[in-house]
């Protein structure tokens, strides 16, 4: 199977749903993640990660699911992952949650102690095939591709 971990869109530190700029995110990656094929889509039970898996499913026309295990304070988030994966065999699967998350599993796969990308992009998104052997490969990590603008933007020197 495939898994995409998806990092939330920028929240909004009132009310912890997603501010302009984190919806202007989830819709671009919404747009990139269209052209492709998926069977589920998952999110931790965060505001910030349900308004984000809120606006793929629109998009990708799938239902999001939360789950408990993805939470952002769950020490288990990689066994919620293997279960999912389990559940999931030969699917493609989005998850949308949270940066301490995606470097929980992705250290779990590499053998790593420390987080290994300290501050993911929001909306960035992880690529790795797993089995349900347990074999893992990380195909993609912290791919923001879908945030670049495909010109220069113009730089505003009066805050430089």
Do not use: K
């Not at 408990?68 to 992952?81: M, P, Q, Y």
């Not at 779990?108 to 790795?128: I, N």
């Not at 347990?134 to 009066?158: F, K």
């Amino acid at each position: 199977m495939e898994l995409a971990l998806v990092r939330h869109a920028q929240p909004d530190s009132r009310d912890a749903g997603l501010t302009p700029a984190g919806r202007q995110q989830a819709h671009a990656l919404a747009d990139r993640l269209h052209h492709e094929w998926w069977d589920a889509l998952y999110s931790a039970p965060e505001r910030c990660a349900v308004d984000t898996a809120g606006i793929l499913a629109d998009r990708l026309g799938l239902e999001p699911r939360s789950d408990e295990g993805l939470a952002s304070d769950n020490r288990n988030a990689v066994d919620a992952l293997d279960a999912l994966i389990a559940a999931h065999p030969g699917q493609r699967v989005v998850i949308v949650t949270h940066g301490s998350v995606i470097n929980a599993f992705v250290g779990d796969v590499l053998g790593a102690s420390r987080p290994v990308v300290p501050h993911p992009a929001h909306t960035g998104v992880t690529r790795v095939l797993a089995a349900r052997s347990g074999r893992r490969e990380l195909r993609c990590l912290n791919d923001s591709s879908h945030l670049r603008l495909p010109w220069r933007a113009p730089v505003d020197r009066s805050s430089v």
